[in-house]
């Protein structure tokens, strides 16, 4: 058994703060998109994730997806529920267990929450959070064992046993959330005005910052994902960064080229695609070949968002656009770019290693995708058909910050709010002043 | 006495205001429009999607001042406000029956 290493697992922890911060870089990134009267409901729908995952990870879900195989590595056993196994001697590889078990519940956190965007505007806030409860039960734990769990040759069927190669989630977070996204969309409808009202994106600088959260988190993700401190962890962290830009720059080209302007949503958003598409990949490609998929991604990720205007679904914030096509992107690339330089062994089609690569890359993402989108269809539906996914029509046009919180986002007024309200006085020393302090005065 | 309003493009402000002040103009109100006239809007892409903005920004412009001074105060704006690009704005006025100065109380053209 290999002995703890304080610089893995220090790496780790810092990893693991850093994919944490990625759930609120896409609470940025996706509230800026929305309109200004859903914006506080866009970063709760992601803040409630950070909320309702950590708890039912430590009860149950690390168990699931990470205690010793029990079902020909579909499943993991009930051993661990409640942590109760795991104490601060437990190893896992060389760094302390909790250390792997903190690592891996970011991953759940920000792979249900990427979700949201398909269904933004629109969805009913407790129904969203029973959602994310379900799902990430049935959909991402049993995914996370197939392609994060190893025990030499008994773990998760699709890393240990097929032998796909997935460093840091392109099927188990990308592929996954970004089939669950085309389903929900599909089950819970379009936004009403789809098409006829404008929605632009209300706050650009924070789709921009947001995008930046998320690449500068990332890097715990991915090289984070070496669960180690050295050449590996290096070598994804440099894929990533240049995977991203390439990203960025060929996304830019296709709208220079089609719409002759380079926009901040763009750079964003291709920085974000990058970022998926080297998510698999990072420890399997040279930095060359994260070029490569890097570029791919933005030119691919920036057609396919118009996938739902032709087949007519409302992926509000594009999570099929960008995370299951650019997952897809990434985790196929592999078949063709994977360098034993990197992985040890494994080689793609263009060094060298045949076909059988890019077979193994296949059945992994096509079953993931599949799985993915026809389970949270169905959770989908049966939540729709009893307790209801959607706002009212008077909800969804008065904007989900005053319907679901009964909160404003912004105040803008020079006169500071003073000329739509007033502070509700205390009933034993309230004086009325000019109109007196009435429910509807605090509310108009 | 007469209100000027002019709504103008947002960055000739400056030469309005200062062209004013040379004038003798004292005070002014400026807030943000928007609209359009016959330039109307643009459009706007977000990943690749196309968006109309029919309403551009503008400045309204209103200036108090006394019937004799109304003539000249359009002129002032009308030309400072120029660049012969469509999307320049409008200048117009109107009658105006009475003015208060809150301060002193003070009346009609005394309060200008």
Request: glycine share 12%; proline share 3%.
């Amino acid at each position: 058994m290999p002995e703890l290493n304080t610089g893995d697992t220090a790496w780790v922890l810092a990893s693991s703060a850093l994919v944490l911060l990625m759930t609120p870089g896409l609470a940025f990134f996706y509230g800026g998109m929305v309109r200004s009267k859903n914006v506080l409901n866009m970063l709760m729908m992601s803040f409630i994730c950070l909320a309702i995952v950590p708890v039912l990870w430590v009860l149950y879900g690390y168990s699931v997806s990470f205690d010793t195989d029990i079902a020909n590595g579909l499943l993991g056993g009930l051993g661990k529920v409640g942590l109760s196994s795991v104490g601060l001697e437990s190893v896992s590889g060389t760094i302390p267990e909790f250390a792997f078990v903190a690592f891996q519940l970011m991953f759940a956190i920000i792979t249900v929450a990427l979700i949201s965007g398909a269904v933004a505007d629109r969805a009913k806030f407790g129904t969203w959070a029973l959602f994310v409860v379900l799902w990430v039960t049935i959909v991402y734990l049993p995914v996370a064992h197939w392609v994060f769990f190893f025990d030499e040759g008994n773990g998760g069927w699709i890393a240990d046993r097929l032998g796909a190669l997935d460093f840091a989630g392109g099927t188990a977070v990308h592929i996954n959330a970004g089939a669950a996204a085309l389903a929900l969309a599909v089950v819970v409808g379009k936004r009403m005005g789809w098409r006829r009202d404008p929605m632009r994106p209300h706050n650009l600088p924070f789709v921009v910052l947001g995008a930046a959260l998320l690449w500068f988190g990332w890097f715990g993700f991915n090289s984070g994902s070496a669960v180690s401190a050295g050449g590996l962890a290096a070598g994804a962290f440099i894929n990533t960064a240049v995977a991203t830009a390439a990203a960025i720059l060929s996304w830019l080209l296709v709208e220079i080229v089609r719409d002759k302007h380079a926009t901040t949503l763009g750079a964003a958003s291709g920085a974000v695609a990058g970022l998926v598409a080297i998510t698999p990949a990072c420890a399997a490609v040279s930095p060359v070949g994260a070029i490569v998929v890097g570029f791919v991604a933005g030119i691919l990720c920036s057609l396919a968002i118009g996938l739902k205007y032709r087949f007519g679904y409302d992926d509000s914030l594009d999570v099929v656009g960008v995370h299951l096509v650019g997952g897809l992107v990434g985790t196929l690339l592999i078949g063709l770019l994977a360098t034993a330089a990197f992985t040890g062994g494994a080689e793609g089609l263009f060094y060298g290693g045949g076909m059988d690569q890019l077979r193994k890359q296949s059945i992994a993402a096509v079953t993931v995708m599949v799985y993915s989108f026809v389970v949270t269809y169905i959770l989908g539906t049966i939540l729709d058909k009893t307790v209801g996914f959607r706002v009212s029509q008077e909800s969804e046009a008065t904007g989900l910050d005053e319907t679901a919180h009964l909160e404003t986002a912004y105040e803008f007024g020079s006169a500071s709010g003073v000329a739509v309200g007033h502070a509700r006085q205390p009933a034993e020393d309230a004086e009325p002043v000019g109109t007196a302090a009435s429910e509807e005065g605090v509310k108009a | 006495m007469k209100l000027v309003t002019a709504v103008i493009k947002p960055f000739k402000l400056d030469d309005v205001r200062s062209a004013l002040e040379t004038f003798g103009v004292q005070g002014m109100t400026v807030s943000e429009a928007s609209g359009y006239g016959r330039q109307k809007g643009h459009t706007e892409v977000y990943r690749g999607a196309e968006y109309t903005v029919d309403l551009v920004p503008k400045l309204r412009l209103e200036v108090l001042v006394d019937d004799s001074d109304a003539d000249d105060v359009v002129d002032v704006v009308a030309k400072s406000a120029q660049t012969g690009k469509i999307g320049d704005g409008k200048v117009w006025v109107t009658p105006v029956e009475t003015v208060i100065r809150v301060r002193t109380g003070e009346t009609g053209a005394e309060a200008l």
